[in-house]
């Protein structure tokens, strides 16, 4: 009988640690998105942690007939990462992200955990060296 407790403890214990990995430390997704950034601020009562909202172009509808403005809400880990957002509130922003199943709460406040700013440039100017021109 002793034997039998302590495979089904080691079992128990196995299958909760593999469910806690897949639901907090599994990255679910990677991507990127693009957005002008709208606040970006460290709060929190016992963890402090950056938080931030990026206001993408366009519109989305959650119920036929009410348009809202298409947000992406996200947390941030790296200090090196946050400085950068920090120096860039207002401008438009392309950011790379991972999603996970679960968050933390040292890790933030969102599922979307940003980890790197690809492109920082002001808003509504576009880059002239892509546009075609006559020699």
Same mark, same amino acid.
């Given at each position: 009988?002793?034997?039998?407790?302590? $495979?089904?403890?080691? $079992?128990?214990?196995?299958?909760?640690?593999?469910?806690?990995?897949?639901?907090?430390?599994?990255?679910?997704?990677?991507?990127?998105?693009?957005?002008?950034?709208?606040?970006?601020?460290k709060?929190? !009562?016992?963890?402090?942690?950056?938080?931030?909202?990026?206001?993408?172009?366009?519109?989305?509808?959650?119920?036929?007939?009410?348009?809202?403005?298409?947000?992406?809400?996200?947390?941030?880990?790296?200090?090196?990462?946050?400085?950068?957002?920090?120096?860039?509130?207002?401008?438009h922003?392309?950011?790379?992200?991972?999603?996970?199943?679960?968050?933390?709460?040292?890790?933030?406040?969102?599922?979307?955990v !940003?980890?790197?700013?690809?492109?920082?440039?002001?808003?509504?100017?576009?880059?002239?060296?892509?546009?075609?021109?006559?020699?």
């Amino acid at each position: 009988m002793k034997k039998f407790a302590w $495979i089904t403890g080691l $079992i128990l214990v196995l299958v909760l640690g593999i469910f806690f990995w897949w639901k907090f430390y599994f990255v679910f997704g990677e991507g990127v998105k693009a957005g002008s950034l709208n606040y970006f601020v460290k709060k929190g !009562v016992v963890f402090k942690t950056w938080e931030g909202r990026m206001v993408q172009e366009g519109f989305q509808s959650p119920t036929s007939g009410a348009l809202q403005s298409n947000e992406f809400r996200f947390s941030v880990t790296d200090p090196e990462v946050a400085a950068v957002l920090e120096r860039n509130s207002g401008k438009h922003l392309e950011l790379r992200y991972q999603e996970y199943n679960g968050m933390l709460p040292w890790r933030g406040t969102s599922v979307f955990v !940003v980890t790197e700013v690809i492109n920082a440039s002001e808003p509504g100017k576009a880059d002239s060296s892509a546009l075609p021109y006559d020699k």
